[in-house]
């Protein structure tokens, strides 16, 4: 779902954050002389590359869902919650809080099963919108076929075959630069924690694939109208595509003959981009669903992205996760709610031992419980007392971090603060 991320901030005291972080950071030495070549440290979290600069710039770039499977692979199902779970845990490791950095890039993107042979499909696959796709080398993974733009990128390939999988796996993923994302408004991490985002990130990736110039491979058994006979050897050509996109007879020529191949393919033929298209959605609104959100945003959620197989449940307002066995009127998740987890999903329950210091985490359940439902509402309310601190700072004073996240409704509404 949110696969590879490119976030920065800035710090004060990095010779202070040194000293209290357990990264091992290096620097760039000239060999001879022995002086360091460049002001900046570098360190590595299986595959999260982390830069700091002596000037106090700060950044973190790599694949989430990858460091999810402790930088292994990332071919599995990556919910929502799994991202906010792994960007708490990282936050905790680099000993700093990783949800208040701006994004700088940020890619999305789903793993389906085609109804077809993932190489067919890649196969039929000829231009996204104007421009035309190019195979780029992944090495021993095979090749991924992307199509480039100033602000974003598209890119689609075998899953598959990248990670030798025994079953057909498609991915679909869009990068987005920040010109792209700031065009969304969507400019600090913390943004992904509301529905409204998610939902506009799920209409881009959706929009973006529908964009496909795609040759179904059942088009050449079936009958087509006299006047399209002579039209499906010129289809066939990808350099016919690029060369009517570049020179086209007439203004609309390109849009017509895509809208004309499209709408036969929607009739005549077995119609696999809609079908991939169906998955894509599917997957998407099964991902978001696992975790849902406050019960003040579900209103905002559409229809376009959150699969009705998948129902609006109340959820806890940090975790995202479902507190309908606790009271009515509970906000966070309480010692019910983690019993339930605990006795009902394992792996749920065994996510919040990061909460958990040496001092409780040998302690009985009852106290694991009371603590980690403590940690959990401590998280909201310190994030909360920090936002109203810098925002009562918001007009007289210069503050850390860029002030237009106080412009941002939707977060400053999910934290109560006016």
């Known amino acids: 779902m949110i696969d590879y991320v490119k976030i920065s901030n800035r710090i004060r005291d990095v010779k202070g954050y040194k000293k209290k972080s357990r990264l091992k950071f290096t620097q760039s030495i000239e060999t001879e002389t022995g002086e360091i070549t460049k002001p900046i440290s570098y360190a590595k979290i299986n595959n999260i590359d982390i830069r700091l600069s002596d000037s106090g710039y700060f950044e973190v770039k790599g694949s989430i869902h990858k460091y999810f499977n402790k930088g292994v692979h990332n071919f599995n199902d990556f919910t929502l919650h799994n991202f906010y779970s792994t960007i708490d845990d990282l936050s905790k490791l680099i000993k700093v809080d990783l949800w208040e950095f701006k994004v700088d890039t940020l890619e999305i993107g789903v793993n389906v099963t ?4 993932t190489t067919i499909f890649l196969n039929g696959t000829y231009m996204h919108a104007r421009k035309p796709f190019k195979d780029v080398s992944m090495g021993a993974g095979g090749d991924y076929r992307q199509a480039s733009y100033k602000n974003y990128w598209v890119k689609i390939y075998d899953k598959g075959i990248q990670y030798n999988l025994p079953y057909q796996l ?11 994302l700031r065009r969304m408004n969507l400019k600090f991490l913390d ?27 059942s088009l050449k058994e079936v009958e087509l109208p006299q006047s399209q ?35 036969l393919q929607s009739d005549l033929t077995k119609n696999v981009k809609g079908d991939t298209m169906q998955k894509i959605k599917e997957k998407w609104g099964e991902l978001v ?18 699969d009705p197989a998948f129902p609006i449940k109340k959820t806890c307002l940090v975790t995202g ?18 019993k339930h987890y605990h006795e009902n999903d394992p792996a749920v329950f065994q996510s919040f031992n990061s909460r958990l210091s040496s001092r409780w985490i040998d302690e009985s359940l009852l106290v694991q419980y009371r603590e980690i439902a403590h940690s959990i509402r401590n998280e909201y309310h310190h994030r909360r007392k920090k936002l109203l601190l810098q925002k009562s700072s918001y007009v007289d004073h210069p503050t850390l971090f860029d002030n237009t996240l106080f412009e941002d409704k939707e977060i400053l509404e999910y934290y109560g603060i006016d």
């Open 114 to 117: 085609p109804s077809i042979d």
């Open 170 to 180: 498609l991915r679909f993923e869009l990068k987005l630069r920040s010109d792209e």
């Open 191 to 217: 943004q992904l924690k509301g529905s409204k985002m998610i939902d506009r990130l799920g209409k881009k990736l959706f929009q973006k694939f529908e964009q496909i110039v795609f040759i179904e491979p």
């Open 229 to 263: 006979k002579n039209k499906y050897p010129f289809w066939q050509n990808p350099r016919y595509w690029n060369e009517l996109s570049t020179n086209p007879p007439s203004k609309n020529s390109y849009r017509r003959e895509v809208s004309l191949l499209s709408s």
């Open 289 to 306: 669903g696992r975790v849902n959100f406050p019960e003040k945003d579900r209103g905002n959620i559409s229809t376009s992205v959150i």
């Open 321 to 338: 996760l479902d507190i309908s066995m606790q009271k009515e009127g509970s906000r966070f998740l309480n010692i019910t709610g983690i």
